[in-house]
């Protein structure tokens, strides 16, 4: 039974009681004309008594209730305020969290170390350059002391600086010394600037000297773009010296994560079964917040591509095939997995899927292989072969970034690709550029005619997918549907117990 409020509660026991008021009081008044022998006289005045209790009680009444909507309307008033107050903090935190991620982007992607540090000279932010100078993981670094990063020598020697820094003033000054070596200037700035009591300040080291300001060439220079690219995406220092050895130890111990971004299903015929695209990260870039896939490029340049899918293919099928066995999926799931150039091209890539799939007693009807459009023209006929090989056994295809080149389905022919999917530039442009959106829908009347699905990418608001549902797209993917997680979370949202669990307890 619902509570009233107190001052409700309040309110109603006034009513009440001004009530029984007035019925005491006619009953009083009824007595007394009894004993008065029924005079006109008493009767008049008693009767004139009465009816001014009653026109008392009803103005307190009324009053009542008009307070009583007036504090209603009041709450009414404070809620409405509390929600947008609610919805300008969530937009704020939002768009805080944006920009605070662009920032440590733009943060990592510059060459020179930055640290920025509180009063109490505690580390709140810092780069991937500042983490490989102080030879320490990042996560070493966060709410240390800048001495514990830098060293007590170095930091002795720019202690003053930032002690003029915590008073508002800019300073720099040499540094050397530090655990990556090198000379540096040291300029130490106050944040906010122009603030007398500054909260914080950026020590931003730039190099001073010239020895390794100049830049290498050739191999040497590729091999040391690897190593940074390779400790810029872990956050490790002490073990990437070879990048090809490293990568290769990180899939021998299993130091990748699959994470599962779903799909919408636009049209209600298709929504029976739960798509999602498979996604390969490195631990390390999780747990350092680190943007995704810098791994990939050094892996293509070492040849270890179709090694990565390999891995992203056996895990795939080892971890559902481990889920079904302790849950019985809700509904049918369709995997999507990228696939490289190299494994795309190789035939011993295709054994290995069908060995796969035929030890493991798993339905190829639940994997679906993602080759990129600019990788279909050069090795055709590989391709080809490779969806000969798979589609037997129930596997499915898709184009993936379909319009990133030239959108033209002639280089597909001969091909029996399931799926299209749209290219991200063109789906965040169709609703600004009409020609965007008459590609689409010429896409969309295609792939229809072909028996091909089609597949929409970088779906980021509820306008863009109303359009692409008004346009006949059968699939949509996004930030604006779902964000890559775990893929445990996906097992776990789409679980049952399994029947034989469920009879064995």
């Known amino acids: 039974m619902m509570r009233l409020p ?28 009894y004993w008065t022998l029924f005079d006109p006289k008493w009767i008049a005045f008693l009767g004139g008594v009465l009816f001014a209790a009653m026109l008392a009680a009803a103005s307190r009444a009324s009053t009542i209730e008009w307070r009583l909507l007036r504090r209603t309307r ?29 920032m440590r982007l733009l943060g990592d992607a510059l060459p020179c170390p930055i640290f920025f540090v509180d009063r109490d000279v505690r580390c709140h932010f810092h780069n991937t350059a500042a983490a490989i100078e102080a030879r320490r993981a990042r996560t070493a670094i966060d709410s240390q002391s800048l001495a514990e990063s830098i060293g007590m ?67 040497a220079d590729d091999h040391a773009n690897d190593l940074a690219l390779l400790r810029a995406s872990t956050g490790r220092i002490e073990d990437w010296d070879e990048p090809r050895a490293k990568l290769a130890r990180a899939l021998q111990e299993n130091q990748f994560l699959l994470l599962a971004q779903p799909l919408a299903a636009l049209k209600p015929a298709d929504a029976g079964t739960q798509c999602c695209e498979i996604l390969l990260r490195l631990k390390e870039e999780e747990d350092n917040l680190l943007p995704p896939g810098s791994f990939f490029p050094v892996a293509e340049r ?44 190789s035939h011993a890539f295709a054994r290995f899927v069908q060995t796969q799939l035929i030890e493991r007693s798993f339905d190829g009807g639940a994997l679906c292989f993602e ?35 030239n959108g033209a389905f002639s280089a597909l022919k001969g091909l029996a690709f399931d799926f299209i999917k749209i290219d991200g530039v063109v789906i965040q442009n169709m609703r600004r550029h009409p020609a965007d959106l008459a590609k689409v829908r010429a896409i969309v009347t295609v792939c229809r005619q072909a028996g091909m699905r089609t597949i929409a990418e970088f779906v980021e608001d509820p306008e863009t997918l109303a359009a692409l549902r008004a346009a006949g797209v059968d699939y949509a993917q996004g930030f604006g549907i779902a964000h890559p997680a775990p893929l445990s979370d996906l097992f776990r949202d789409n679980a049952q117990p399994s029947p034989a669990l469920a009879a064995a307890a």
């Open 74 to 102: 009041q709450v009414e008033q404070l809620r409405a305020k509390l929600a947008r107050e609610q919805q300008r903090a969530r937009a704020a935190s939002e768009a805080f969290q944006a920009v605070d991620a662009r």
């Open 302 to 345: 070492y040849g270890m591509m179709e090694e990565l899918d390999r891995w992203v293919v056996r895990e795939l099928i080892s971890r559902c095939h481990e889920h079904r066995r302790m849950h019985e999926p809700a509904q049918p799931m369709l995997y999507c997995v990228n696939l490289s150039r190299a494994a795309a091209s």
């Open 153 to 219: 020598d170095p930091y002795a020697a720019l202690a003053p600086s930032l002690s003029e820094a915590f008073r508002g003033r800019e300073t720099a000054q040499a540094l050397a010394g530090l655990p990556g070596g090198g000379s540096f200037e040291a300029h130490c700035v106050p944040f906010p600037r122009n603030d007398p009591n500054p909260t914080g300040a950026f020590v931003i080291l730039s190099r001073s000297d010239p020895v390794a300001a100049v830049p290498s060439s050739g191999l």
């Open 371 to 405: 080759i990129a459009e600019n990788d279909i023209a050069p090795c055709h006929a590989e391709v080809a072969r490779l969806i000969s090989m798979l589609k037997p056994l129930g596997c499915r295809f898709t184009v993936d970034a379909f319009g990133s080149v």
């Open 6 to 33: 107190p001052f409700l509660r309040h309110r109603a026991f006034g009513v009440v009681a001004s009530v029984a008021a007035v019925l005491a009081l006619g009953a009083l008044l009824t007595a007394t004309i």
